[in-house]
C-alpha cells in the first residue's frame, strides 16, 4: 500500500537513489532541493512521511522542523544527516524529529525506519490492543506473552523487546532501531549485544515449537513473523 | 607606532608633573604673599589709629611730636606724615605722594611715595586719615624688602617648576622606554608567533616583577597551545594511519570480491566489506565525539541520573555478553547514591567502552565488576577487572587519543575508549583515573556529585 513520502534532500545522488528505492516499495516520492520549498510542502499536510536532510540549502534541517512543528503539522519526521555523535542525534531527535539516522546508512535500515514511522501514522498501536503473531498472543497491559495458550517467562527488557518487534510484525527491524528505542542507548556499542538479547529471546520463544517465528533477516536486522 | 606612544607616555608624565608643581606653587605663593600683605596692613592700620589717638586726645600738637617720635625709632621702612590738603608735605618724612595719583583719597592702598629729600620714589602700603582741619594722616611702610623677598620666592618656586616639568618629562621617558621594552620584547614573541614559530617564549628580566608575571602566563599560555598543537598533529597522524590498513584492507576486499566468480564466496567478502566499513565509520564517530566532549558542546543535555540506575541498566544489557564470553558480571551500586547531573548516552557509552575492555582483557572464568560509589563528595563510575592491567608508567599513554599498548589489537574501536572516557569525564568536570586493582585495572570516572553548573 504506497505511502506519500516528501523528501527534503540537495544531494541529487542520494535523492534519486532514496527515491527510486521508496518507490520499488509501492511509495510515492516527492523531493525537493531546497529548505524553504520543503517547508512550503510540507505545511500542506497532503504527506504521510518527512525524510529531511539536516543540512539543506535555504533553510537548515532542524529550523525548517521546528517552523513545521510550531505550524502544527504533526506529520512524522525522519532526519538524515552526516552528523554523527551522540549529542547531535540527541539533538536532533529533541528539536521535533520521529527518528534519526546518520549517514553514510543501508537502504534496508532507511526503510525499516520508514515503515516503522508510516506504520505508527495509523495509529494502529494502542497499548490496551492484544497483539496477535501467528500463535503468539500479547497482552500489553498485562504483560503476558503466550504462545499456542502456553505462557513464555520473559524479563522486562525481553518483553519491550518482543512488543516492539510484534508491533512491527512482519517488518524488519534493525539493530540500532532495537538500541535506540528499546534501550534508548544512541550509541554505537560496537559488540554484538543486541544479537545476543535476540537470541535469548528467541531461544524462549522457539524452544518445544516447530515453526521458527523470531526471523534473522541477513545484514539488515531482525522480523517478527508467523511465516517466513 | 612604538615610539610615539613612548614620548605620549613621557609627555604625560611632564604635564602632570607640571600641573601637580603648579598646583603646589600656587598655594605656596597665595600663602606667602597674602600673609605678607595681611602684615603689613594689620602694622599700617595699627600705627595710624594710634596717631590717631593722640590725635584725638592732644590735638595736633601731640600729632607732631608722635610722628617725630615714631621716626627717631630709626625704622627706615617706617612712613609717617601730616600731609596739607592738597597732598603737600607739612610734616613727617613724607616728600610726595605720586601713586595713585592727587587728589588723596581715604583708606588703605599700596602705591608709590617719595621720602622727603629723596630723589627716587618707593613702592610702599600706606594708609590715609582725614583729621579734623582737612588734613592728612599718613601712615604706612615701605614695601622694597617685601617685594624683593617675594621676588625671590617667585623666581625660586618658577625655576623648580620648570625642573620637576623637566624632571618628570625626563622619568616619563625612562619609563615609557622600560615599559616599551618590555611590551616591545612581547610584541616581537607575539609577531614570530603570530609569523608560525610557536617556540619562541618571552624573554624573563629575573626581577618578578608584573611584568615577568605576565611573561610567565604568556609563556604558560604558549605551552599550552603548543602542547595542544603537538597533540593535535599527533592525531592527525595517527588517524591518517590508522585510516590506513582498514581503508587498505577494505580495498583489497573489494578487490577480491571483484574477481571472485563464486556467488557465496563474493557474498561473503561484501558481508566482510561491510564490517570494515562500519567500524570505520565507528572510529569516526567516536573521534568526533571526543572533540565534542572536549569542547563541551553537549552541558545542554545533561539530565537528573541515578548512578544505581544507570549501572543497572547497563549490567543488565551486558550480562548476556559477559555469559557467553565465560566471565561473572558482578554490579556494585550502593544503595541511596545521590543523583547527580550528567549526560546519561555519553557516561553509558563511556562504562560501555570500559566494560568491552574489560571484557577483552578478563580471562575466561574472570568477574568483571560495574560499580558507582560515593567518595570524598564525588560520584565514582567505573569498571573493574583481574585482566593484565595497566602499568602505571602507560597509563597516560593509555588515555591518549590512538594510544596504543598492544599494538596486536586492530579492532576499530582500539584506543580510543579510554580517550573518549577522559574526554567525557572532563566534559562533567571530572576526571579518568586508572587504577591498580591489584591485579587487574580498574578504571573510574571521578565525577562532582554537584554537577557542573549549567549554560
Not at chain 2, 600663602?31 to 596717631?51: F, G, K, M, P
Not at chain 2, 617667585?154 to 621617558?173: N, Q, R, T
Not at chain 2, 576499530?412 to 587487574?440: F, Q, R, T
Request: aromatic letters at 4%; charged letters at 25%.
Amino acid at each position: 500500500m504506497g505511502r506519500k513520502i516528501l523528501l527534503i534532500e540537495d544531494d541529487r545522488e542520494t535523492a534519486s537513489y532514496l527515491a527510486r528505492g521508496l518507490g520499488e516499495e509501492g511509495h510515492g516520492v516527492e523531493h525537493v532541493e531546497d529548505g524553504r520549498d520543503g517547508l512550503f510542502r510540507a505545511t500542506d499536510g497532503s504527506f504521510d512521511l518527512v525524510i529531511l536532510d539536516r543540512m539543506v540549502p535555504g533553510l537548515d534541517g532542524l529550523a525548517l522542523l521546528k517552523a513545521m512543528r510550531a505550524a502544527r503539522v504533526e506529520t512524522p519526521v525522519l532526519i538524515l544527516s552526516a552528523l554523527a555523535s551522540v549529542t547531535d542525534r540527541i539533538e536532533g531527535l529533541e528539536s521535533g524529529s520521529d527518528d534519526y539516522l546518520v549517514k553514510p546508512f543501508s537502504f534496508g535500515e532507511l526503510l525499516a525506519r520508514v515503515n516503522a514511522l508510516l506504520r505508527r501514522g495509523e495509529g494502529k498501536s494502542a497499548a490496551d490492543l492484544r497483539i496477535l503473531v501467528g500463535d503468539l498472543e500479547i497482552e500489553p497491559l498485562s504483560r503476558v506473552v503466550k504462545r499456542s495458550g502456553k505462557p513464555i517467562d520473559l524479563k522486562p527488557r525481553e518483553y519491550r523487546l518482543l512488543e516492539y518487534l510484534a508491533r512491527n510484525e512482519g517488518r524488519v527491524v534493525t539493530r540500532t532501531m532495537l538500541l535506540e528505542l528499546v534501550w534508548d542507548y544512541h550509541f554505537d556499542p560496537g559488540t554484538n549485544v543486541i544479537d545476543v538479547h535476540v537470541s535469548r529471546l528467541r531461544r524462549k520463544l522457539e524452544e518445544g515449537f516447530e515453526r521458527p517465528i523470531l526471523h534473522t533477516v541477513r545484514g539488515a536486522g531482525y522480523r517478527l513473523a508467523a511465516t517466513v | 607606532m612604538r615610539l610615539p606612544t613612548t614620548l605620549r607616555i613621557g609627555l604625560l608624565a611632564a604635564l602632570l608633573a607640571f600641573l601637580s608643581s603648579a598646583a603646589l606653587i600656587g598655594f605656596i605663593h597665595w600663602r606667602t604673599y597674602d600673609d605678607s600683605v595681611a602684615a603689613v596692613h594689620e602694622q599700617v592700620a595699627e600705627a595710624s589709629s594710634a596717631l590717631d589717638d593722640v590725635y584725638s586726645s592732644g590735638g595736633r600738637r601731640a600729632l607732631d611730636k608722635a610722628i617725630s617720635d615714631t621716626l627717631g625709632s630709626g625704622d627706615p621702612q617706617l612712613l609717617a606724615a601730616v600731609l596739607a590738603p592738597d597732598g603737600a608735605a607739612r610734616i613727617g618724612n613724607v616728600g610726595a605722594v605720586v601713586e595713585p595719583p592727587l587728589p588723596l583719597r581715604p583708606g588703605y592702598r599700596v602705591g608709590r611715595i617719595q621720602f622727603r629729600g629723596a630723589a627716587t620714589t618707593t613702592s610702599v602700603a600706606y594708609l590715609l586719615r582725614r583729621l579734623d582741619d582737612g588734613e592728612w594722616l599718613l601712615t604706612g611702610r615701605s614695601l622694597g624688602e617685601r617685594i624683593r623677598f617675594q621676588r625671590i620666592l617667585e623666581s625660586s618656586l618658577g625655576l623648580a617648576l620648570a625642573i620637576s616639568v623637566l624632571l618628570g618629562l625626563i622619568c616619563g621617558l625612562v619609563v615609557a622606554r622600560y615599559v616599551g621594552s618590555r611590551v616591545g620584547a612581547m610584541a616581537d614573541v607575539a609577531d614570530s608567533i603570530a609569523g608560525g614559530d610557536l617556540a619562541q617564549r618571552v624573554p624573563l628580566s629575573g626581577s618578578r616583577d608584573a611584568f615577568d608575571g605576565l611573561a610567565r602566563q604568556i609563556n604558560r599560555m604558549l605551552d599550552r597551545i603548543a602542547a595542544l598543537m603537538e597533540e593535535l598533529r599527533l592525531l592527525t597522524d595517527s588517524l591518517a594511519h590508522d585510516l590506513r590498513s582498514p581503508v587498505g584492507r577494505l580495498r583489497a576486499r573489494v578487490e577480491a570480491a571483484l574477481a571472485a566468480t563464486d556467488d557465496s564466496k563474493r557474498d561473503s567478502l561484501l558481508g566482510g566489506i561491510l564490517q570494515e566499513a562500519d567500524s570505520l565509520m565507528r572510529m569516526l564517530t567516536t573521534v568526533l565525539e571526543i572533540g565534542r566532549s572536549e569542547a563541551m558542546a553537549s552541558r545542554n543535555q545533561f539530565e537528573p541520573l541515578d548512578p544505581a540506575g544507570l549501572i543497572d541498566e547497563l549490567a543488565e544489557m551486558y550480562e548476556p555478553i559477559a555469559e557467553e564470553a565465560g566471565c561473572t558480571l558482578n554490579v556494585e551500586a550502593e544503595s541511596g547514591l545521590p543523583i547527580f547531573t550528567g549526560h546519561r548516552q555519553l557516561l553509558a557509552q563511556t562504562l560501555s567502552n570500559l566494560f568491552d575492555n574489560a571484557l577483552n582483557y578478563a580471562r575466561s572464568g574472570g568477574t568483571v565488576i560495574l560499580f558507582a560509589r560515593v567518595k570524598d563528595g564525588r560520584m565514582r563510575l567505573g569498571v573493574a577487572d583481574r585482566g593484565p592491567g595497566i602499568a602505571p608508567a602507560d597509563r597516560a599513554e593509555a588515555k591518549r587519543r590512538f594510544g596504543r599498548l598492544d599494538s596486536s589489537r586492530s579492532t576499530g574501536g582500539a584506543g580510543l575508549g579510554l580517550a573518549l572516557a577522559e574526554a567525557v569525564a572532563h566534559l562533567h568536570g571530572g576526571a579518568l583515573e586508572l587504577l591498580d586493582n591489584g591485579p587487574g585495572l580498574r578504571a573510574v570516572l571521578v565525577l562532582p556529585l554537584d554537577g557542573v553548573s549549567l549554560p
